[in-house]
Structures are given as structure tokens and as C-alpha cells.
């Protein structure tokens, strides 16, 4: 499994995580008539769910496909529960031998694989610039925009930068939610609102570790990760030795 795949599935399982106690608050709040209560939790599960649809498409591009047929087969046999009638009976029966002989086509198929090849780059880079082997290291996310992140590393702190953020805000780069949302990921607005910056502590592996998260909410939660298609590469300079 590749350091990409990884960082997938530690983004969906958070996800999941959250689901799950965003339910176990929709049900809390119905059992005490918090209806309203009730209404904002769900509004937030859809949310999760809608990125958890785009996340597990990526890590499964025939996802979409496997889970229609697995709610068809859910749904058939509850209504199998229900039924008496043993023509219907068999009806169900031969839809849901149909599903299931599909789904097991599709579990047979291997995944066809995106390219990763960027995003790992990015990662080794990253390890790079940390070790001090390059510098001036620059995410380009939309060329077009000049929508790019920015990254330096000395004293043991690791400062991201978002520049232009004015030029977005005109352009509709960059919505008032967007910022916020940056900014519950740790970054501030600096200088005039023209920057968001993120500074980042620790060891090594630590502050690798949470810039991976960090750029997988931003790419996956805060834009849509088909906007940077052929538009997302990165610049640096390899330090000179002597």
C-alpha cells in the first residue's frame, strides 16, 4: 500500500469516525425532542457524506458502482422481511441473486489506478526540504490562478504560506468560508488579509504527519480535488554542497 493510500484511508476513517457520532447525536436529540438540534446535525452528517462519497471514489473508482447495488440488495431483502406472497418472494429473490452476482464482477476487477505520482513527489520533497536538501519549495495548485502554497523550514519550524489571498477574494478564488475554514486548520490571517499562514512544531515525522492531513482537508474539504487536475505541480531548489 503507498503512503497515498494511506493518507486516503486515514482521511476516510476520521470521516467515519465523525458519521458516526454525528448520528449518535441526531438520535440523542430526537429521543429529547431537540428537533432543531436535530435538523443542524443532520445538515453536518450530509456533509461528511458527501465527502466521504468523493474520498472513497478516489480510493475505489468503482465504488459508486459497488454501493448502488449493495443498498438494491439491503433494500430488497427488508422488504423481503415484509413480504408473504411467494411469487414476490422469488421475484426479490432472483433481483437480489442478480445484485449480488454483479457486485462480485465488480469485487473481481481490479482497482485502475490513479496517478499518485505527484502526490508523492510532494511527499518526498517535503521530507526533502525538512532534511534541509532543498528549498524555496512551491506548491502550484491552480497555475491559472496563482492559487499556490508555500513552504519553508528553518529552526525546526515549518511555516505554509498562502499568498494573494485579497486577489482571490476579488477573483472568487477564495470565499469568507474558505478562509475560515483554513483557519480551523491552524492557519492565520496575516498581513492585511494577504496571507494565511501555518506554522508547524515539533519533531520531523510529527510535523510531516499533520501537514499531510492538513493538505488532504485542503485539497478534499476545502476545494474540490478536480480542480487542480493538469493544473498541480511543484517548484523547488535543490541546495547546493560543497
Excluded at 448520528?23 to 430526537?30: F, N, P, R, S, W
Excluded at 430488497?76 to 449480488?100: T, V
Excluded at 505527484?118 to 526540504?129: A, D, I, P
Excluded at 475560515?180 to 512544531?201: P, S
Aim: charged content about 30%.
Amino acid at each position: 500500500m503507498t503512503t497515498v493510500d494511506n493518507q486516503l484511508k486515514l482521511l476516510i476513517s476520521l470521516y467515519e469516525e465523525e458519521k458516526i457520532q454525528l448520528q449518535k447525536m441526531i438520535d440523542e436529540c430526537l429521543v429529547e425532542t431537540e428537533y432543531l438540534m436535530a435538523h443542524y446535525h443532520s445538515q453536518a452528517l450530509s456533509q461528511i457524506n458527501s465527502k466521504l462519497q468523493t474520498l472513497k471514489n478516489l480510493d475505489d473508482n468503482l465504488f459508486d458502482y459497488k454501493n448502488f447495488r449493495q443498498k438494491r440488495i439491503d433494500s430488497i431483502q427488508k422488504e423481503l422481511e415484509f413480504e408473504s406472497l411467494d411469487y414476490i418472494k422469488e421475484y426479490h429473490l432472483r433481483d437480489i441473486q442478480q445484485l449480488k452476482e454483479e457486485l462480485e464482477k465488480l469485487n473481481q476487477i481490479s482497482n485502475l489506478s490513479v496517478s499518485k505520482n505527484n502526490v508523492e513527489l510532494l511527499e518526498e520533497t517535503l521530507k526533502k526540504l525538512l532534511d534541509k536538501k532543498v528549498k524555496n519549495l512551491t506548491l502550484i495548485l491552480q497555475k491559472t490562478n496563482n492559487l499556490v502554497l508555500r513552504f519553508s523550514y528553518s529552526k525546526n519550524v515549518l511555516k505554509v504560506t498562502l499568498p494573494h489571498v485579497r486577489q482571490h477574494k476579488k477573483k472568487w478564488i477564495l470565499s469568507n468560508y474558505d478562509i475560515e475554514a483554513f483557519e480551523k486548520l491552524g492557519f492565520n490571517l496575516t498581513e492585511n488579509e494577504t496571507k494565511l499562514v501555518l506554522i508547524l512544531t515539533g519533531d520531523k515525522e510529527s510535523i510531516l504527519n499533520h501537514l499531510k492531513l492538513i493538505l488532504s482537508k485542503v485539497v478534499f474539504e476545502i476545494f474540490y480535488f478536480r480542480e487542480f487536475e493538469n493544473e498541480s505541480y511543484i517548484v523547488f531548489t535543490e541546495k547546493a554542497y560543497r
